[in-house]
């Protein structure tokens, strides 16, 4: 079955760094578009960054030149390196994937900027 694990969330000084990891399996992963989401206290997900099979990413505005998404095929893996982070990225981030017309989510991962 399709399965989607995230990890590497934290806590983490403003301007700081930290790299989100997610590990994919029960799908050929190389087919499908990868997707970073993070939702807000009583807000709906929102797309952070999304890669294409083609390599190719997209940002948000709020994270360009901030945020860099990457996959590795060979290894199912989509990962997102945030750094200059700042409070509001403070979330739970989502790695997503739109396998059999349907978007599948993992677990999340919580990312805390605080001082």
């Known amino acids: 079955q399709v399965q989607l694990v995230e990890s590497g969330g934290g806590l983490v000084q403003p301007g700081g760094s930290l790299r989100l990891s997610c590990a994919a399996s029960?799908?050929?992963?190389?087919?499908?578009?990868m997707k970073w989401y993070r939702q807000f206290p009583g807000k709906e997900r929102e797309l952070v960054a999304q890669?294409?099979?083609?390599?190719?990413?997209t940002y948000a505005d709020s994270v360009k030149g901030r945020f860099t998404i990457s996959r590795d095929n060979s290894k199912m893996m989509v990962y997102l390196q945030m750094n200059s982070l700042k409070p509001e990225d403070t979330a739970v981030y989502y790695c997503?994937?739109?396998?059999?017309?349907?978007?599948?989510w993992g677990q999340g991962t919580q990312v805390t900027v605080s001082a």
């Open positions: 890669i294409t099979t083609g390599d190719t990413p």
């Open positions: 997503g994937a739109p396998v059999g017309g349907i978007m599948r």
């Open positions: 029960g799908f050929t992963f190389s087919r499908y578009i």
